[in-house]
């Protein structure tokens, strides 16, 4: 049986594989195969779409990878627990879906260190907007998108704890903001969240499998541990047009779930997204 053959594999379908399988595919000619050793993110998963349920997926070995930190020498030898999603579209799958940028004068003093120069907030700040859908703010809002495949909609904050809470930090010396991803980050006010009409909205729904993404020429396939050859020579056999696989973030779950034994991986295709 002749293999297909794509012109890129992305190892890892977490939120940066999911970004890059969608800019990548914007040529029409590229195919790509997505791999990730998690579980598919499945429109009947109560526990990673219903927003009420983010609860169930953290901490469970069936959606994190569940990391330790090393043992903390000023916290008694204790170990920091780490979620991380064990899933299509990674930790955007599991996490709390707050959206919050850094703040601007981290990205400055990033920008300070050598080599970092395009780095600070002036230069990233384009690349917030063109990933963004930001529903609650306005359409001349100078940083904030519109256009982009991720929607975040605004907390509503409409229950009266909210108004009190409100009030209280304001008494207690605090202000407010208008929106704490626009231009004065400083201060108190409702979350944008990555939630599009009752749903969570992943990294995977929005660059992978909704139709603010167009068609997306990819394939996304699960991959399964078994013997055999090494697993950067049996990728390679299915590129036509990249000499190398493109490992991002969550490469190295591969080895750290099976160990340095399993060294093949059955590539199962299990979704085609035309």
């Not at 953290?58 to 990878?65: K, T, V």
């Not at 330790?68 to 579209?89: D, Q, T």
């Not at 626009?182 to 009752?198: H, K, L, M, S, V």
Request: hydrophobic residues 40%; charged residues 25%; contains cysteine.
């Amino acid at each position: 049986m002749t293999p297909r053959l794509y012109d890129h594999i992305i190892v890892g379908g977490g939120s940066a594989g999911s970004a890059l399988a969608n800019r990548l595919t914007a040529d029409p000619g590229t195919r790509v195969l997505v791999l990730e050793a998690g579980r598919a993110d499945s429109l009947w998963d109560i526990f990673i779409h219903m927003p009420s349920a983010l609860a169930f997926p953290i901490g469970s070995r069936f959606y994190d990878w569940k990391y330790e930190s090393e043992p903390e020498p000023c916290m008694g030898g204790r170990r920091i627990y780490h979620a991380r999603g064990k899933v299509l579209g990674g930790s955007s799958s599991i996490n709390g879906m707050i959206f919050q940028r850094g703040n601007p004068l981290d990205y400055e003093r990033w920008a300070a260190d050598p080599g970092m120069e395009m780095w600070d907030y002036a230069h990233c700040l384009p690349y917030f907007k063109r990933m963004e859908n930001a529903l609650a703010a306005g359409a001349d809002d100078p940083y904030r998108g519109h256009d982009g495949p991720l929607v975040l909609e605004r907390g509503p904050a409409t229950n009266p704890l909210f108004g009190a809470f409100f009030e209280a930090v304001q008494q207690a010396g605090y202000s407010l903001t208008d929106d704490v991803n626009g231009y004065r980050q400083e201060g108190f006010a409702p979350f944008d969240r990555n939630i599009r009409r009752g749903r969570r909205w992943s990294a995977a729904r929005a660059y992978l499998r909704d139709e603010w993404t167009g068609p997306v020429r990819m394939a996304v396939g699960q991959a399964d541990p078994v013997l055999g050859p090494p697993v950067m020579s049996e990728l390679r056999g299915c590129l036509r047009g990249c000499p190398e696989p493109l490992a991002v973030e969550g490469a190295g779950h591969f080895v750290q779930e099976w160990g340095d034994g399993i060294a093949r991986w059955a590539i199962r295709e299990f979704a085609a997204l035309a």
